[in-house]
């Protein structure tokens, strides 16, 4: 089954303690991204990677940085969370780049900050 | 002004009506127009695309759009409960075809 995977679900932590949200895509889609989902703000698009080692920011990247040397994989990462980046995230990928009416979404993963 | 603009709603419509939902964008340049309905707490699901000025019809969807006046609209036919979801209107940059700037949706509720 074609999907994207996003782990964990739901996280709660504290202020300044590192973390990653990982991102992975069974259907070998060279394009990946992460979104934030708050009220009144819609989804916002924080970084995205348009293939391996290739990666540029969205919208929001303040605060966050993601990696991607595997075709599959698009983490995450928060070096040091603050309440601000309490949200909604979803990653999504889509093939070929450019081709959104393609973009599959994650489950979302639901983070906490406090 | 927001780049992709909906009125947040509810929009509530009796079953069997038709929904229309409306969205406007402020990049005159822009040429990728999308339609995602996002029910409460999971993730966007695409429903319609368009390029090019004027209707396109997929089942009881059909998605308008005019370009000199920026407007993007999407009407739902025989609307049904299930059609209870936030829809989320998205468009492309006219300099960054590669990102999606989405609009804060607009919640439909459809009442039997």
């Known amino acids: 089954e074609a999907q994207v995977t996003q782990n964990p679900r739901y996280l709660i932590t504290v202020t300044g303690k590192k973390l990653t949200v990982t991102c992975s895509q069974n259907?070998?889609?060279?394009?990946m991204s992460w979104y934030r989902q708050d009220p009144g703000l819609g989804l916002r698009q924080i970084y995205y990677s348009m293939n391996v080692e290739v990666t540029d920011k969205g919208d929001v990247p303040e605060g966050y940085k993601v990696s991607r040397k595997e075709k599959r994989n698009f983490p995450l990462i928060l070096e040091s969370p603050s309440p601000n980046q309490t949200s909604l995230y979803f990653c999504a990928s889509s093939y070929p780049p450019g081709r959104l009416e393609t973009q599959y979404f994650g489950p979302g993963t639901r983070l906490l900050v406090l | 002004q927001k780049e992709v603009e909906q009125n947040s709603g509810p929009l509530s419509v009796p079953e069997g009506a038709i929904a229309s939902l409306n969205c406007t964008y402020s990049?005159?340049?822009?040429?990728?127009f999308f339609w995602y309905r996002q029910y409460s707490g999971k993730s966007p699901e695409l429903i319609m695309s368009?390029?090019?000025?004027g209707d396109k019809e997929d089942g009881r969807f059909t998605a308008q759009l005019n370009k000199a006046s920026q407007y993007v609209s999407l009407l739902i036919r025989d609307s049904q409960p299930s059609d209870s979801a936030t829809y989320l209107c998205?468009?492309?940059?006219?300099?960054?075809?590669?990102?999606?700037?989405f609009g804060t949706g607009t919640r439909l509720q459809v009442f039997p």
């Open positions: 990049d005159r340049g822009s040429q990728s």
């Open positions: 368009i390029y090019s000025n």
């Open positions: 259907m070998n889609h060279e394009y």
């Open positions: 998205a468009v492309t940059r006219s300099y960054n075809t590669d990102k999606l700037i």
